[in-house]
């Protein structure tokens, strides 16, 4: 099946740590995101990018960081300098910039 | 940057009744995308939109690109239990930038 995994769907860490996310597609679709939601709220873009070894800064990049060095892949770090890390992270993929984008599962982020 | 108006941000409604919601924005889109996000998954593409004017339905949904290019809305016929969850439009600009909407949360009493 073609499609968007994220893991782990939950994820638990300490204050201070460093945590990254997955994200992989087989979709062959050149574009990827990061967004983030809170709770009753809508998306916010972190990061993206449209091609490999190349991403730029959405909305909310500060304490993020990301690297596309496969196509298929666009792991999401969050930084402990990051101040409310706990949110629900989703991953995205279009065809191209432009395209219609396509979700992954989402990944809950806890941190105690 | 762009914004994106969704209304209404909520609907309480009785199953079998119809629902409508709509975007709205002061910039133009060539594309306009409605998607429906279940309670802890990702959101899922309903419909997508690429003409000032067109009607597109997918089952009970139905989803119109604004003649003006600003606006689109989403109606939904005859609501179901299932179709509890909240919904985000989304618009493309001409510089490829997508833009989401607030989103609508619909309950439905049964």
């Known amino acids: 099946d073609g499609g968007i995994t994220q893991s782990p769907k939950y994820l638990f860490r300490k204050e201070g740590q460093n945590v990254t996310l997955s994200c992989e597609q087989n979709l062959n679709h050149d574009a990827m995101y990061w967004y983030r939601q809170d709770p009753g709220q809508g998306l916010r873009l972190i990061y993206y990018?449209?091609?490999?070894?190349?991403?730029q800064k959405g909305d909310i990049a500060e304490g993020y960081s990301v690297s596309r060095e496969k196509k298929e892949s666009f792991p999401l770090t969050v930084t402990s300098a990051q101040k409310n890390p706990t949110a629900f992270y989703l991953c995205a993929s279009s065809r191209r910039e432009g395209y219609e984008q396509f979700f992954g599962p989402g990944t809950r982020l806890t941190v105690l | 940057g762009q914004q994106l108006n969704q209304s209404p941000q909520s609907m309480f409604i009785q199953e079998g009744e119809d629902v409508s919601m709509n975007c709205t924005s002061s910039s133009i889109f060539n594309t306009w995308l409605w998607y429906k996000q279940d309670p802890g998954e990702g959101p899922v593409l309903l419909i997508a939109l690429y003409k000032a004017g067109e009607l597109t339905s997918n089952g009970r949904l139905t989803a119109q690109f604004g003649i003006t290019r600003k606006d689109s809305f989403l109606n939904i016929s005859a609501s179901i239990p299932s179709d509890v969850g909240i919904y985000f439009c989304a618009g493309i600009n001409a510089g490829n930038m997508l833009t989401f909407g607030g989103g609508t949360r619909l309950m439905v009493k049964p």
């Open positions: 990018s449209q091609i490999v070894n190349d991403f």
